[in-house]
């Protein structure tokens, strides 16, 4: 099976302050920052499309700082953020050879996650979760999806921390996984 090749480019957003007229802004994948991938200085706006493509399945750090005509401020505190797989079937990736039920992502969670499972023929699929007692608490998906790679979010913020269960189950294939919900 053919895994999509794009990698991420995320877009870092932070708010404007109020004296100033620009913006630098570091980005790394080491917390102390002493080995910087980005290093953008004198940015007009309080957004930044990270012009390279990035690892996927990396933890990566970034902050900013405010500058004018007096100088600048103190660099933010470092934000942090992990790039993950583009979510939708595509072109790019082939057909999945497979029923495959993915662990969620992020786990833990709060107060969202996503679940991925990919069906290699069309098939009607049901996605629940249950409660460590075996209750049923949510019904994420009950229809026929086409043969590829699904993402369903799951919002869990209705529900108390602890850990639940969720089962895929397609065409007599099911497979179950846990999840933890930290509040």
Same mark, same amino acid.
């Given at each position: 099976?053919? &895994? ?16 100033? @007229?620009? !913006? ?6 080491? +917390?102390?920052? *002493? ?8 940015? /007009? ?14 933890? !990566? ?12 401020? @103190?660099?933010?505190? +470092?934000? *942090? ?8 079937? *595509?072109?790019?990736? /082939? ?16 107060? *969202?996650?996503?679940? &991925? ?25 009950? /229809?026929? &999806? ?8 799951? @919002? ?14 397609? @065409?007599? !294939?099911? /497979?179950? &996984? ?6």
């Amino acid at each position: 099976m053919k &895994r999509m090749t794009l990698r991420p480019r995320p877009c870092l957003v932070w708010k404007a302050t109020d004296r100033s @007229d620009r !913006y630098d802004l570091q980005l790394t994948d080491d +917390p102390e920052f *002493s080995e910087l991938i980005i290093e953008a200085e004198a940015l /007009e706006d309080t957004e930044f499309q990270v012009p390279e493509e990035l690892e996927k399945g990396a933890t !990566y750090y970034w902050r900013v700082r405010a500058g004018n005509q007096s100088g600048y401020s @103190d660099w933010s505190k +470092p934000l *942090s953020f992990t790039t993950i797989m583009p979510t939708d079937a *595509s072109a790019d990736e /082939e057909i999945p050879e497979a029923f495959t039920l993915t662990q969620n992502y992020p786990n833990p969670f709060n107060p *969202s996650t996503q679940i &991925r499972f990919a069906i290699p023929e069309q098939a009607h699929v049901t996605l629940n979760v249950y409660n460590l007692l075996g209750q049923q608490i949510a019904r994420l998906v009950n /229809e026929t &999806r086409q043969p590829g790679w699904h993402d369903v979010t799951f @919002d869990a913020s209705e529900l108390s921390s602890g850990i639940y269960i969720y089962r895929l189950d397609a @065409d007599g !294939y099911m /497979e179950t &996984r846990q999840m933890m919900f930290v509040k």
